[in-house]
């Protein structure tokens, strides 16, 4: 049994590989190799192929996860990091946040820079609700408010009466004080008179809001006030980095924020919120909200559009002056820093500082001056005191001079 077959296996070997194939036999196998061979080849590209696909499939990851992750990422934060206070309807069903504090007259308003949420006075309201009431808000569209409605029915401008508000330029100064007015004096109608205290674009508002309403207004506090000729200065440098640099690289933002990019940014540490620099002293969820903000593509959009507005709000701006002086019984103060980014070139904080002291000595001569030094656009974070301590100065005057008055009434 044994012997039989180890002969055929043997037999086997040499029936294929011996020299006694015939010619047919042997195409057969070349054709065989070759068909392996190609076999072979089509292996080898579909691995390429397998590569190619693989790697579209992971550009397509990238391309799709991280607008869904940060979309879903944004759903969770929006609940989570809502900020105290409420959302007031100003109108069109258009809801403003504001979030008031502390108790006595008169109300302090803080409005924030240009872009800014009022997160921005997050070191300097608690210390404020100590001794008198104190509103923070968001203007349309930035941090928790909504953005300015549109309602495409209203048609082109024959019934311009009955809906006088959608005519007005969104995100320029004229609406911003509108919009205001209707939210502290109307829609929560907070107790007067209030102290208006701005910085950058909210001092500008602040200044339009005290010649339109003069009789809620009892005082000014303008905080590196953006001044209405600083295009104008030293050959337009700042137009040149307002719409040359500035509006773009907050669009790129905005574009990083829509596909997700700008959240793994921030998460490896390449992008920094403006307060990430007074982080220490900040509450953690501010924090977290100020991250959340720059990955929100409706709040970038917005600080896109208050900016690239400018030269409407400006315009405005001045009109308004020509029209109106800021009534005499409404105090003005303005803090300044030593410049106005120290980080900026030094071109643009000399044409700052230039149209700074213009607006002292032309517009409010009268006004009191305080130099913060060592501050600059950050110091409502980085030196909280330096816009404590003077408004608590005021307050204070304003109600010696109220009891004052009413000590005059009673004894005359
Ligand atoms: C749009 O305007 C029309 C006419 O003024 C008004 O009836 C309608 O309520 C408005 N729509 C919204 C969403 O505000
Ligand atoms: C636009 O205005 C014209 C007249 O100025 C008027 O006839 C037309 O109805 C208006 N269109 C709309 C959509 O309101
Ligand atoms: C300031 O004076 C105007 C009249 O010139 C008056 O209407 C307004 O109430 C006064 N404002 C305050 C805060 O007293
Ligand atoms: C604003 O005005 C300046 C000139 O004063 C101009 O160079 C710039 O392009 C304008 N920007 C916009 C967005 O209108």
Same mark, same amino acid.
């Given at each position: ?69 940060? @979309? ?58 100590? @001794? ?76 339009? @809001? ?14 590196? +006030? ?58 953690? *969820? ?28 400006? %315009? ?12 005499? *019984? ?16 030094? +071109? ?18 009268? %006004? ?34 109220? *009891? ?9």
């Amino acid at each position: 049994m044994t012997e039989t077959r180890q002969r055929k296996k043997e037999k086997n070997p040499t029936s294929e590989n011996g020299n006694d194939q015939l010619p047919s036999e042997k195409q057969e196998n070349k054709k065989k190799l070759s068909s392996r061979l190609l076999k072979i080849k089509e292996a080898q590209s579909k691995g390429v192929f397998g590569h190619f696909l693989t790697l579209c499939k992971f550009l397509i990851f990238l391309a799709v996860i991280p607008p869904f992750l940060n @979309y879903a990422a944004l759903q969770r934060e929006s609940e989570a990091l809502k900020p105290d206070g409420e959302l007031y309807d100003i109108g069109w069903g258009q809801k403003l946040l504001l979030s008031c504090q502390g108790k006595g007259s008169p109300t302090v308003v803080l409005d924030a820079p240009t872009g800014m949420s009022s997160d921005a006075w997050a070191l300097v309201a608690p210390k404020i609700a100590k @001794y008198t009431r104190v509103c923070i808000y968001d203007r349309a569209g930035i941090g928790f408010s909504d953005r300015p409605f549109y309602n495409s029915t209203e048609g082109n401008g024959s019934e311009k009466k009955s809906n006088y508000r959608n005519r007005w330029t969104p995100f320029t100064a004229e609406r911003m004080v509108e919009d205001l007015h209707q939210l502290i004096s109307r829609s929560s109608d907070q107790p007067k008179p209030f102290l208006l205290v701005g910085a950058e674009l909210g001092a500008l508002v602040a200044q339009f @809001y005290a010649r339109m309403f003069e009789s809620e207004v009892m005082g000014l506090v303008l905080i590196n +006030p953006l001044s209405e000729d600083v295009f104008q200065q030293d050959n337009g440098v700042w137009i040149h980095s307002w719409f040359g640099h500035m509006v773009p690289s907050f669009q790129t933002i905005q574009l990083g924020a829509a596909i997700g990019i700008t959240r793994l940014a921030i998460m490896m540490g390449y992008l920094q919120h403006p307060m990430s620099r007074v982080v220490d002293l900040l509450d953690d *969820n501010i924090d977290k909200r100020q991250k959340y903000l720059m990955c929100y593509p409706k709040h970038l959009s917005s600080v896109v559009d208050e900016h690239h507005f400018m030269n409407e709000t400006f %315009s405005q701006f001045r009109t308004a002056k020509t029209i109106k002086s800021i009534a005499r *019984n409404i105090s003005v103060t303005v803090i300044t820093g030593n410049y106005y980014d120290e980080q900026m070139p030094g +071109p643009l904080n000399k044409a700052w500082a230039k149209s700074e002291q213009n607006l002292i000595t032309n517009t409010y001569p009268h %006004s009191h001056h305080i130099v913060v030094n060592g501050g600059d656009r950050h110091l409502l974070y980085e030196k909280s005191d330096a816009v404590v301590e003077p408004i608590r100065k005021i307050v204070k005057q304003w109600r010696s001079k109220q *009891n004052a008055n009413i000590d005059n009434a009673k004894s005359s």
